[in-house]
């Protein structure tokens, strides 16, 4: 099955500065790879998500990339801000023979934005 | 329009002990899922059903058994509960299709003593 491997585990910034967190995944059929950002004691919530026809997608401060060929993607935010703080996950979404969606998540990234 | 709706909340279970953690849905999502989350770790992927009827096995389905009855509950029973069980469970939905955005309960806190 698809293995999905985050990077870094933690991360520590300062305020402003760039946090970049990267995934690979296993499973070259994997066609959809969303982010997303829990909060302390909160639901998982999407943040941005990248199909496999698409090398890069931007939204305000964040941005996701894909390399297809590597199989690999990364998560980009930009003048970072304490109400960035958080565990991000990334994962990997492929659609079987059967037509089944099945959905893998990577470790998580802890994001912590020094003031 | 509640999203998913998990109970309960948080709950301690004796070893051994059974119970049921409820999740339903109100948008008419085809997809429900069972995550597991422990502490400082990812989610892994229990159970799964694609539709009323129709459920599979994640990564980690041992102890666990799911039944999707109708399109909106995908309630998962845990049988002879052990320590190793203690963890966040999340349930999370999809419509499917190119509609693959996961919407997440606000998660269930379990305790196994």
């Known amino acids: 099955g698809e293995n999905v491997e985050q990077h870094p585990s933690t991360l520590s910034v300062q305020e402003g500065d760039s946090a970049v967190i990267k995934c690979t995944y296993s499973d070259s059929a994997s066609n959809y790879f969303p982010w997303y950002k829990q909060e302390l004691g909160k639901r998982p919530q999407l943040i941005i998500d990248i199909r496999s026809n698409v090398g890069e997608k931007k939204d305000q401060r964040i941005a996701v990339t894909l390399n297809k060929t590597a199989k690999h993607f990364s998560l980009h935010i930009t003048e970072t801000q304490p109400e960035d703080s958080a565990v991000y996950f990334c994962?990997?979404?492929?659609?079987?023979?059967?037509?089944?969606?099945?959905?893998?998540f990577g470790t998580g990234t802890k994001l912590q934005v020094i003031p | 329009n509640a999203g998913v709706t998990q109970t309960p909340k948080f709950r301690i279970l004796k070893i051994g002990q059974s119970m049921t953690l409820q999740c339903a849905q109100d948008m008419n999502h085809n997809y429900m899922y069972w995550y597991r989350q422990d502490p400082g770790m990812g989610l892994k992927l229990i159970y799964y059903s694609v539709g009323a009827g129709i459920t599979d096995k994640g990564e980690v389905p041992n102890g666990y058994n799911v039944s999707r009855s109708t399109t909106e509950d995908f309630p998962l029973r845990l049988e002879l509960a052990a320590p190793s069980q203690t963890s966040v469970y999340f349930c999370?939905?999809?419509?499917?299709?190119?509609?693959?955005?996961?919407?997440f309960g606000s998660g269930t806190q379990l305790s196994v003593l």
């Open positions: 999370a939905s999809s419509y499917g299709g190119a509609r693959e955005k996961l919407f």
């Open positions: 994962a990997a979404l492929r659609t079987n023979s059967g037509g089944y969606q099945k959905v893998t």
